[in-house]
């Protein structure tokens, strides 16, 4: 099992980018570095056209081609940044399949994160505070969240989620005490996913 740390100096999508750095962790190989080698990989996911590759990432044809060729090599900041994006988004897709469906139907996932937990149930002694949980994540809560991440969800909508299943199997042991807790959790610090 592999685990994934999202710093607190990230930004607002700590949970995204867990998740997106999560899957990338199964991958068997890397994927490409070099602006000429994540050219030519796009350019096969463009079925070889470097007009629609131009497009998708925003600068001309002409540029396309000279990365392609070589001739240039190093990018500027955001042309790397979309090349490492687009990359690592249309990386190893049968690899990820199989990982989400592992996930989403017998695997659940690990999750360690460090946020401030809130309750409101009737009689809890807990006050919210800052705490680091490691808890599993049930396959039905795991695939929910995948099924929010593919259709593109926020932050805002992935948390709710989170802050549930980490509430059902941490809090309330799978239903079998603290009946009607709710836990939420704001401020992450830090955020680890693995499969």
Same mark, same amino acid.
């Not at 740390?5 to 930004?11: C, K, L, T």
């Not at 997106?20 to 990989?41: G, N």
């Given at each position: 099992m592999n685990w994934?740390?999202?710093? /607190?100096?990230?930004?607002a999508g +700590?949970? @995204?980018?867990?998740? =997106?750095?999560?899957?990338? %962790?199964?991958?068997?190989?890397?994927?490409?570095? /070099?602006?000429?080698?994540?050219? +030519?990989? @796009?350019l096969t996911r =463009?079925?070889?056209?470097? %007009?629609?590759?131009?497009e998708r990432l925003g600068v001309s044809r002409r540029t396309v081609e000279r990365y392609r060729a070589g001739?240039?090599?190093?990018?500027? %900041?955001?042309l790397r940044a979309a090349l490492a994006e687009e990359t690592e988004s249309a990386w190893k897709p049968q690899v990820r399949s199989q990982a989400r469906e592992q996930t989403a139907t017998s695997g659940?996932?690990?999750?360690?994160?460090?946020?401030?937990?809130?309750?409101?149930?009737?009689?809890?002694?807990?006050?919210?505070?800052?705490r680091t949980i490691t808890t599993a994540i049930s396959p039905t809560y795991a695939?929910?969240?995948?099924?929010?991440?593919?259709?593109?969800?926020?932050?805002?909508?992935?948390?709710?989620?989170?802050?549930?299943?980490?509430?059902?199997s941490y809090f309330t042991e799978?239903?079998?005490r603290a009946a009607g807790l709710r836990a939420d959790f704001t401020d992450v610090k830090s955020i680890e996913f693995r499969f």
């Open positions: 994934i740390f999202v710093s /607190s100096s990230r930004g +700590k949970v @995204l980018d867990a998740l =997106a750095r999560a899957e990338r %962790k199964v991958f068997t190989r890397p994927a490409p570095k /070099s602006a000429k080698a994540q050219v +030519k990989f @796009l =463009a079925k070889g056209s470097p %007009k629609a590759l131009a001739t240039l090599t190093t990018p500027h %900041k955001r659940g996932r690990m999750v360690d994160v460090t946020a401030h937990f809130g309750f409101t149930c009737k009689g809890s002694s807990d006050d919210g505070r800052e695939a929910q969240i995948l099924e929010l991440q593919e259709v593109g969800a926020t932050e805002e909508d992935l948390r709710p989620i989170v802050a549930k299943a980490i509430t059902e799978w239903g079998t």
